[in-house]
């Protein structure tokens, strides 16, 4: 199974301030790597997928990169509205895992 | 609308079954594979099942292999999950969640999700 660490576990900055969040594969998963938000009593919302496109409706300050076992979400300008869990999450042939999420919140 | 409407949660006992349904609405059900991912409460998500757009593929989790069961009605545009010999750790919100692409045999993200349904295990 393939293994997907995320760092920090959680991250405090401010409206304005620009946020990086990290997910790391135990192996490679080329590009086959997608990010989603969650806010609280809410189900998950996709962001990114194949570790770089953004899904219909995300706003342009959310963008990914990386490949193989190194990715990176990037927020530019942290909205009130940013603030939430993100999730990553791999796919590989009907084996699926999430990394254990990141929390956004208000410095 | 777009939309995925889950049901069929509740309490049940250890080792008692229970089926879930999610009712799709607003898009080509027949053309997307489909996924139940789960999530146990103040935790993260757990990808639990998927299937193709024609049935002809499927796929679990080891924690549910052999105990769960994923179907789909394409005539009724409605996802299942039956669940057998359920445990205390399978206690999450269960979302029905579509994937992003057309047509191929496995599946790649989830780029619609429903509110969840609730699955309580306890005696």
């Known amino acids: 199974e393939i293994v997907l660490t995320q760092s920090p576990a959680t991250l405090s900055l401010s409206p304005g301030e620009r946020a990086t969040l990290s997910c790391r594969a135990s192996?490679?998963?080329?590009?086959?790597l997608a990010w989603y938000q969650q806010k609280p009593g809410q189900a998950p919302r996709l962001l990114i997928y194949?570790?770089?496109n953004r899904a219909t409706g995300i706003p342009a300050r959310f963008s990914g990169s990386g490949s193989g076992t190194d990715f990176t979400l990037t927020i530019s300008s942290l909205e009130p509205e940013d603030f939430a869990v993100y999730y990553c999450?791999?796919?590989?042939?009907?084996?699926?895992?999430f990394g254990q999420g990141t929390k956004l919140e208000i410095k | 609308e777009v939309q995925l409407v889950e049901s069929g949660g509740g309490l049940v006992q250890p080792g008692r079954s229970l089926r879930l349904s999610c009712a799709a609405s607003?898009?080509?059900?027949?053309?997307?594979?489909m996924h139940w991912v789960r999530q146990a409460p103040g935790k993260g998500l757990e990808w639990v099942s998927g299937?193709?757009?024609?049935?002809?593929?499927?796929g679990y989790a080891d924690s549910v292999k052999g105990r769960f069961t994923i179907s789909r009605d394409n005539a009724k545009n409605s996802l299942y999950l039956q669940m057998n010999s359920l445990r205390a750790e399978d206690t999450a919100l269960y979302y029905c969640?579509?994937?992003?692409?057309?047509?191929?045999?496995?599946?790649?993200?989830?780029?619609?999700w429903g509110r969840g349904t609730l699955v309580t295990v306890s005696s």
């Open positions: 607003g898009f080509t059900f027949d053309d997307y594979a």
């Open positions: 192996q490679s998963v080329s590009s086959y």
């Open positions: 999450q791999q796919r590989s042939n009907w084996q699926y895992t």
């Open positions: 194949d570790a770089s």
């Open positions: 969640a579509k994937d992003i692409r057309v047509g191929y045999s496995s599946g790649w993200y989830f780029d619609l």
């Open positions: 299937i193709s757009w024609n049935s002809g593929s499927i």
